[in-house]
């Protein structure tokens, strides 16, 4: 592994449980994997370009199987910059709360900017081909509460959609490891699911 990327969706710095479980794995994962490069994207705190309509337009441009020119093609810098950052690692470690069942809205931010055609999927006479193919992601979660289980697991919008954006741009070998109830069975519970998560994350490193 020679670039993993750590993309963050808790704005809560030291107080995040979500962080506290990932600096686990990232503790252990330094040291088995000591050459490699740890770049840290901070969703919640850099400011990510925003879509404009000429950023939304170049996408169709693409859509349509035509190339970017002129002023879409400018206008498309700083998403392809986003892009090359991505594509330039070959692990991944997306740190992200659940927030209203599904992840923080500066992830999706990330997500919507580069998930684009020609850059990380392309439709085929096959069907559509992900073009990430062959990348390893670790997803740490916490949630408030408990949906590993029972009637609350049809609530949980994160992991699936999570599973399903990075599976549709090829990457398919991803490892969830969810640190829940960290509220609703009080905060005692919660530091338990921690160390619990923290042992998990430290035995994905090994492996890693
Ligand atoms: C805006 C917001 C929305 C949330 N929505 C949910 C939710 O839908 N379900 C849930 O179980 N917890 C929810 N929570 C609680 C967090 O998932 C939980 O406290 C988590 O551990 C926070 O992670 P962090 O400590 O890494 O920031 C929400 C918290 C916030 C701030």
Not at 7 to 28: Q, Y
Not at 62 to 69: I, Q, Y
Not at 141 to 164: I, M, V
């Amino acid at each position: 592994m020679n670039k993993l990327l750590h993309i963050i969706a808790s704005p809560r710095g030291e107080e995040s449980r979500t962080l506290k479980v990932s600096k686990a794995f990232l503790d252990a994962f330094k040291k088995k994997n000591p050459s490699c490069v740890i770049d840290e994207l901070n969703a919640a705190a850099e400011a990510l370009p925003s879509l404009t309509l000429k950023m939304v337009s170049g996408k169709y441009v693409l859509l349509g199987g035509k190339n970017l020119t002129g002023e879409l093609a400018e206008a498309w810098k700083p998403i392809e910059k986003e892009i090359e950052r991505f594509l330039s690692a070959d692990a991944y470690l997306i740190s992200a709360p659940m927030w209203n069942f599904s992840i923080p809205y500066t992830l999706k931010q990330y997500i919507d900017l580069i998930i684009q055609p020609k850059y990380l999927f392309r439709y085929t006479p096959k069907g559509v081909e992900g073009m990430a193919k062959g990348r390893k992601m670790l997803v740490v979660t916490s949630r408030g509460g408990d949906y590993s289980h029972g009637a609350s697991k049809s609530y949980d919008f994160q992991e699936p959609y999570l599973k399903t954006i990075f599976g549709f741009v090829g990457i398919s070998d991803i490892t969830f490891i969810n640190a829940e109830p960290m509220d609703a069975l009080g905060p005692d519970v919660g530091s338990q699911k921690v160390a619990e998560a923290c042992e998990k994350a430290k035995k994905t490193a090994a492996s890693w």
